[in-house]
């Protein structure tokens, strides 16, 4: 079973602009839409992402809604707690790939540390 981590260096799940995410309205509330439109940039990146470190700059004060917590993750998806890994895990492998490429350095690392242990294959790099 694997364990979702968030890898260093990463941050694909900052890139925000909403026509990549057509759903938004079905998870988040009108207030919590709003607070996510309001931190799209120009680029379609997250306003706090600083691009140079691939880090949140305001990592402590982040809106709920970005963080990975089995709380959140039910509430916004209905997922059971027993599934978040699972769950969070397909997240950051779809939303990696859409933002660096499906063989990107980033989505090798972020396998990496997820399979760590687990006895993972993933069929779209296996070759
Ligand atoms: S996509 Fe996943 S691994 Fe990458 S920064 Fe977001 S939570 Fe971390
Ligand atoms: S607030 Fe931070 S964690 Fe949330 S999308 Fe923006 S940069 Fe990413």
């Known amino acids: 079973?694997?364990?979702w981590r968030c890898i260093q260096g990463c941050g694909a799940c900052c890139y925000l602009n909403p026509s990549e995410r057509p759903d938004l309205s079905d998870y988040l509330t009108s207030a919590q839409l709003q607070e996510y439109l309001k931190m799209v940039g120009t680029d379609g990146w997250c306003i706090h992402f600083d691009s140079a470190s691939r880090q949140c700059r305001i990592y402590e004060q982040r809106p709920r809604f970005c963080r990975?917590?089995?709380e959140t993750f039910q509430e916004?998806?209905?997922i059971e707690p027993s599934e978040l890994d699972?769950?969070?895990i397909a997240c950051c492998?779809?939303?990696i790939e859409d933002v660096y490429g499906d063989r990107s350095l980033e989505l090798l690392r972020f396998q990496k540390e997820v399979s760590d242990n687990a006895g993972i294959r993933w069929s779209r790099n296996d070759n």
């Open 1 to 3: 079973m694997a364990t």
């Open 76 to 78: 916004m998806y209905g």
């Open 86 to 88: 699972e769950f969070a």
């Open 93 to 95: 492998v779809e939303q």
């Open 68 to 70: 990975v917590e089995a």
